[in-house]
């Protein structure tokens, strides 16, 4: 059986920080990429990595995840217009594949 549907391709990655310019000057030297928008009124910075857009969000009193515990979670929720996403459950073969949901996950109280 041959698939005729496009591969997911993943384009940016929204990532909580305490400082969001800091972060992507980091972020673009580390990668060999660009500042491509920094916008302290708002928050908000974006660097350009081969092959992906990272953008950065300023979080007021942001706590960093703190493994193996969960006192401080990671986060995968949005705040400022970066759409969560959660890949799909793999299909098992001769299952009937789902649809792609129409809009992008809503975060629990979100």
């Known amino acids: 059986m041959t698939s005729t ?3 997911v391709t993943f384009h940016a990655l929204c990532i909580d920080t305490p400082d969001a310019g800091r972060a992507a000057r980091f972020y673009a030297d580390l990668t060999g990429g660009a500042v491509t928008g920094e916008y302290p009124e708002y928050g908000y910075a974006q660097a350009e990595a081969p092959g992906v857009t990272l953008n ?8 960093r995840p703190q493994w193996p515990g969960q006192e401080h979670p990671s986060s995968s929720t949005s705040t400022s217009g970066c759409p969560t996403w959660s890949p799909p459950s793999p299909v098992p073969r001769g299952s009937a594949r789902r649809s792609p949901p ?7 109280g979100g």
């Open 5 to 7: 549907s496009a591969p």
């Open 56 to 63: 950065f969000q300023t979080v007021a009193g942001y706590a």
């Open 102 to 108: 129409s809009s992008p996950r809503t975060p629990p």
